[in-house]
């Protein structure tokens, strides 16, 4: 059963703030399923994601070499499947092979990975709203959460405090 938290996101930075506390739930080794149109906040996420993970090159979508990993106290796998579409080009890629290494791994573009992505990816769904910095980010938490998630939405709700 998954369990769906919506969250008003204010700024770049309360979106990367939000990444690095959802990692304090969800622990180093775990899927994180992106969806969500250009310019709502994926890479962004990810950013914030990397930023926990003390990483210290800079992050930005790899949407042209498909795939990027990233050095910090844990791995970083961060992938974008937007040039692949729906289309074979998944397959040949073999990402199933990254999903059962350590580390955290970031998939932008999504739901262009359905049938491959595990099914206790922890999806987040990214939205623009009316105001050009907001964004309406809806995280779906696999039930092996359950016990943390009502951490999560008490920091969740700090993201606003700053």
Known sequence: MMKRIKILSDSPQATR???????TITGPDIVFALHGGLGTGKTCFVQGLALALEIEDSVSSPTFTI???HVGKTPLIHMDLYRLGSGPGLLSLDIEKYFESPGVKAIEWAE?????IPSNAVRVFF????????????????????????????????????
Do not use: H, N, Q
Request: charged share 35%; aromatic share 8%; net charge negative.
């Open 112 to 116: 262009y990975g359905e049938s491959v």
């Open 17 to 23: 703030r939000l990444a690095a506390k959802l990692l």
């Open 127 to 162: 939205k623009m709203t009316e105001e050009i910095e907001k964004r309406m980010i809806t995280v779906e938490l696999p039930g092996e959460f359950s016990e943390r998630i009502a951490k999560f939405e008490f920091l969740a709700s700090l993201l606003s405090d700053r």
């Open 67 to 69: 795939i990027r990993e």
